[in-house]
């Protein structure tokens, strides 16, 4: 089987034993054991009707075979299975549909944090407008509607909703597809491509010197003699709260040496949090990711962060250490929210996020005249388009190309 070339369409390829089983092989590669049949009494002159059985991956050949031959035995007796699918299939809602594509695809196929998303994105925003309507009879003018009531005095949310809706937008396409494929809604229905999405107001924030001078002496700050926080005099605990003086928080270097390496590398802070011991080689000065959000992935390390990872105590497997470090069933660190708001506050980064770290390293090295191949490389982008954001912050070419026509023009027009 693994012989057969893909064509310019697709192609079913018949099997000599049982008829109307065969393999059908589609221009992008995909493939899938279907079954044609002549329902009721049969004969030329009833229209032949086909049902998917599976793929190579749910079937082996020998299975697939055997679950086609058994239907054909039930059509004999007077089944129609493609009939008794479309009514199925028709029943279905999309809350149904739903779980099923989250068990049976997200789950298997997609990263844990991307699947928190999915799972996230469709029992918060869309099964809430859509969940109860079939989802063979949900229409363009019902995805528009809830791609509305998603951005609909949702200011809590970034970029007013219209992100989380965009987001909305994308899942959904993806179920209706998968769906399609596997014959839970009909071949080729999908609501959604048409909806247009909105236009997302996207702020990337870089740190400038300063600000990044003010980072550096919060994280000295906090893990020497620690962060000021509040207490809420209000509250009954409060009397035993302790003096105002010692209303301090001590941070352990493995939460300030998480921040320095996100600012250092450049790296997402999954890639970091994730991070464990045996994936650094400290000989050559690489973080040998095996698993990152565009797969296996080498990160060249700096001298400094270097410097970073060999100070920090090793407590367990993972660099940055969790509540469970040095457990059996170790896991790494959940986030960084609680004390990244904290150091932020105090050095005055007001709506600064973790991974505005990210693209601060990245307009560092833009801004050096790196080159944006060098600086993909170094944050690890898989297409050279998601590097070309940063172009406009390289100036010196553009500013040595200045320098010369002006200092022509000066001439020209008698200057020094």
């Known amino acids: 089987m693994s012989s057969i070339e893909t064509g310019d369409k697709a192609t079913i390829y018949y099997d000599a034993e049982v008829k109307g089983f065969g393999l059908k092989v589609m221009p992008s590669g995909a493939r899938s054991w279907i079954l044609e049949y002549r ?3 049969g004969g030329r002159s009833v229209s032949k009707k086909r049902i998917k059985i599976g793929t190579p991956t749910t079937h082996s050949p020998e299975e697939a075979r055997d679950e086609a031959a058994k239907t054909l035995a039930r059509v004999t007796l007077g089944a129609d299975p493609a009939a008794a699918r479309a009514e199925e299939r028709a029943a279905m809602t999309v809350k149904e549909v739903a779980e099923s594509y989250l068990d049976k ?3 298997e196929k997609r990263k844990g944090n991307t699947e928190r998303l999915y799972r996230w994105v469709l029992n918060d925003h869309i099964l809430p407008s859509i969940g109860s309507m079939r989802a063979s009879q949900v229409t363009r003018a019902d995805v528009t509607r809830m791609q509305a009531a998603i951005t609909r005095g949702r200011k809590d949310l970034p970029n007013g909703g219209r992100t989380t809706a965009n987001r909305a937008l994308a899942v959904l396409g993806a179920m209706f597809n998968w769906a399609a494929g596997e014959g839970l809604v009909p071949e080729g229905f999908n609501p959604v ?15 400038s010197s300063e600000e990044l001078a003010a980072l550096g002496a919060a994280l000295t700050e906090a893990e020497t003699v620690g962060l000021p926080y509040d207490v809420d005099e ?27 390496l996100l600012v250092l590398t450049g790296c997402r802070l999954r890639e970091i949090l994730d991070l464990r011991w045996t994936d650094i080689d400290f000989e050559r000065g690489l973080l040998l990711l ?3 959000k565009t797969g296996k992935k080498v990160i060249v390390l700096s001298t400094a962060a270097i410097d970073v990872l060999t100070t920090l105590p090793r407590v367990g497997r993972y660099v ?11 896991r790494p660190r959940h986030d960084l929210k609680k004390p990244w708001d904290a150091v932020r506050a105090r050095a005055g980064l007001e709506g600064v996020r973790l991974h505005d770290l990210r693209h601060s390293f990245a307009s ?9 191949p060098i600086l993909g490389k170094l944050l690890g982008h898989s297409q050279a388009a998601t590097t070309a954001r940063y172009a406009h912050l390289d100036a010196d070419p553009v500013r040595r190309a200045a320098d010369v026509i002006a200092d022509r023009i000066a001439t020209a027009m008698g200057g020094k």
């Open 193 to 207: 491509p048409k909806v247009e999405r909105y236009k997302e107001n996207q702020k990337e924030r870089f740190l």
């Open 364 to 372: 560092v090295g833009a801004g050096s005249g790196l080159g944006l």
């Open 320 to 330: 940055v250490a969790s509540s469970s470090a040095g457990a059996e069933n170790e």
């Open 234 to 260: 209000a509250k009954p605990t409060a009397k035993h709260a302790p003096k105002q003086e010692n209303r301090v928080t001590v941070f352990s270097p493995h939460v300030t040496g998480a921040i320095r």
């Open 39 to 41: 329902p009721g009494v």
């Open 105 to 107: 695809h997200v789950a």
């Open 290 to 292: 095996p698993d990152s």
